[in-house]
């Protein structure tokens, strides 16, 4: 798996199942929020390495914890972390 199979639609499941709520759907964003922490994440076909970095900062989830999820629904159970080629602040995590 690569991450360009990350939509911006799979990534807002993801985090719902993170436990954060939908607050407002944009015609491009969708705002969540869990406790104080708002994330925003646009509505794109592609979410890249930067993009998902930046999601993922914001929301204070790792890159391990959004795999699990990722990896519970189903679809993506055959993907292992080691396929995934994150970028080096991901790989700080």
């Not at 189903?74 to 292992?80: K, L, N, Q, S």
Request: charged share 30%.
């Amino acid at each position: 798996m690569r991450l360009s199979q990350l939509t911006g639609a799979e990534c807002v499941e993801h985090l719902r199942q993170l436990g954060f709520s939908i607050k407002h759907r944009g015609r491009r964003v969708t705002v969540l929020q869990r406790g104080i922490c708002r994330v925003v994440v646009p509505d794109v076909d592609v979410v890249d390495g930067p993009l998902l970095d930046a999601i993922l900062r914001s929301a204070g989830v790792d890159l391990a914890s959004l795999l699990r999820v990722r990896s519970r629904s189903g679809v993506y159970a055959r993907t292992r972390p080691e396929e995934i080629a994150p970028t080096s602040k991901t790989a700080k995590r």
